[in-house]
Nanobody
């Protein structure tokens, strides 16, 4: 059974940093692209970042480029999202998700596997 469990959310002031973690089980990182979505109140869900299983390439939404970094520890089946220079507009529930093998698939296709999310609140 595939499981994704997020942690690391919380309250931070604008300009601060947080690191989210996603503990994955039931599959190998060679099997699926894995990454992060977020959903702010009243807004559509947004693909934030992912790592492709086919070639290890990474994707970042324009809104987070240069501020967020995705990484993985394949031995421990952990995926991280380091978030720096946080802004109030980064406030959202962040979800770990996995499916497919490419960032294109990850961003454009309904994904099969989701965590329950972790809340990030950035105060101004």
């Amino acid at each position: 059974e595939v499981q994704l469990v997020e942690s690391g959310g919380g309250l931070v002031q604008a300009g601060g940093s947080l690191r989210l973690s996603c503990a994955a089980s039931g599959f190998s990182f060679d099997d699926y692209a894995i990454g992060w979505f977020r959903q702010a109140p009243g807004k559509e869900r947004e693909g934030v970042s992912c790592i492709s299983s086919s070639d290890g390439s990474t994707y970042y939404a324009d809104s987070v480029k240069g501020r967020f970094t995705i990484s993985s520890d394949n031995a421990k089946n952990l995926v991280y999202l380091q978030m720096n220079s946080l802004k109030p507009e980064d406030t959202a529930v962040y979800y770990c998700a996995a499916d497919g093998d490419s960032s294109w698939y990850f961003r454009t296709t309904p994904l099969a596997y989701w965590g329950k999310g972790t809340l990030v609140t950035v105060s101004s």
